[in-house]
């Protein structure tokens, strides 16, 4: 191995322990035209060790908005950060307009214990934008969203399905506001389910403040996922070249079809307990009475057989087969109607039809009407 190549292969501590530790994100304090790796401080540990979230900005040397991204709130659902790796090595300073923030794992310790919820065992998804004082989930959320988020322009909030699950690339989003669509669309997913942010969401905390967030769920949790990773950083790419931030270049490639528009989405739920198995795949598209799953008891005694409710596809479902009653099955998006997607185009300036050829982007983006 060369000289070189071994400064490379340094301790990881070696990498990280200049990073500058903050209190907050202060853009303004930061260098035009360079990525500034920080450690933002949030909350202590019952040893008073800060407990942060590390954060890349990379921002232009011209003035623009501020887009944010987030990843692993769910500290198990990992495809989002190489998506922020790969964007961050793609994204050119100089020609950059604002400022890209990338929460690269906004709970790290849960990232760190491999699982869903915070330290102490609440899901942060649930409960933003927390509380100033509370316990320590409700001021880390708080924090989080005092100190990082709400300098936001835009947000791309980075999940997968939860452990036991696996999802479709989707999106969640509230298709009633025009640049909210348009960045759902862009995306380019399989699937876009209509959601209005109501849940007590990072998207929610955000959207509140009458800014375009979307959810992305970029398929399975615990995994690195190569062509779910890739499609997303490409319809990143797209989003930021839409709102002017970033310039791309005339590509001929094909683009992904069009996503499957949803007017909503809900879980099939187990009626008993046994064990499950899911019949269709995540993006299949399923009709009312069709078989969906299969239930046995502990010695392989058929115990319930589920169909599909009505017309739909599957958004993502359980991969776990040990169900109790209640158990979460198969999500299912309702299609929208001829009469909605009509609806969709007139707000978002979308068209379902057809894709635009030799406009700039990462690859050819879906064809934009006047808004």
């Not at 509380?131 to 320590?136: E, I, Q, R, S, W």
Request: contains cysteine; hydrophobic residues 40%.
């Amino acid at each position: 191995m060369s000289e070189a190549n071994k400064a490379a292969f340094v301790s990881g501590y070696e990498n990280v322990k200049s990073v500058q530790r903050v209190d907050a994100l202060e853009i303004e304090n930061l260098p035009r035209g360079e990525f500034s790796r920080l450690f933002i401080e949030l909350v202590e540990n019952g040893i008073g060790r800060p407990i942060q979230a590390p954060v890349v900005v990379a921002r232009g040397k011209k003035d623009g908005p501020i887009f944010g991204i987030t990843a692993a709130l769910h500290g198990n659902e990992l495809n989002g950060i190489p998506v922020i790796h790969q964007l961050l090595k793609k994204i050119n300073l100089k020609a950059l307009s604002g400022s890209v923030v990338c929460v690269v794992a906004a709970n790290m310790p849960g990232l760190l214990a491999q699982q869903r919820e915070f330290t102490d065992g609440v899901d942060l998804n649930h409960i933003m934008p927390g509380k100033p004082y509370g316990k320590l989930s409700d001021v880390y959320a708080n924090r989080l969203v005092d100190r990082i988020t709400s300098n936001f322009d835009y947000l791309v909030d980075l999940h997968t399905a939860s452990q036991g699950r696996v999802n479709s690339l989707y999106v969640r989003a509230d298709l009633s506001q025009p640049m909210t669509a348009q960045m759902a669309f862009l995306l380019r997913p399989q699937i876009i389910v209509h959601n209005p942010p109501s849940d007590y969401t990072l998207r929610g905390s955000v959207a509140e403040n009458g800014k375009p967030a979307i959810t992305v769920e970029v398929c399975d949790p615990a995994r690195f996922q190569r062509d779910p990773i890739k499609r997303t950083l490409q319809g990143i790419r797209r989003i930021l070249n839409h709102v002017g931030m970033t310039k791309g270049r005339p590509q001929t490639s094909r683009a992904p079809k069009p996503p499957v528009l949803c007017s909503k989405s809900y879980w099939v739920l187990s009626e008993r307990g046994g064990m499950i198995q899911v019949l269709p795949r995540a993006a299949d598209y399923i009709t009312k009475d069709q078989a969906i799953a299969s239930q046995v008891n502990i010695f392989g005694d058929v115990v319930h057989e589920y169909v599909a409710p009505e017309d739909g596809i599957v958004i993502g479902h359980a991969t776990n087969p040990v169900g109790q009653t209640g158990e979460r099955i198969l999500h299912l998006g309702r299609l929208m109607t001829a009469e909605q997607k009509i609806k969709f185009e007139k707000v978002s300036g979308c068209s379902l039809e057809g894709i635009a050829k030799d406009q700039p982007g990462d690859q050819d983006v879906p064809s934009l009407k006047p808004v």
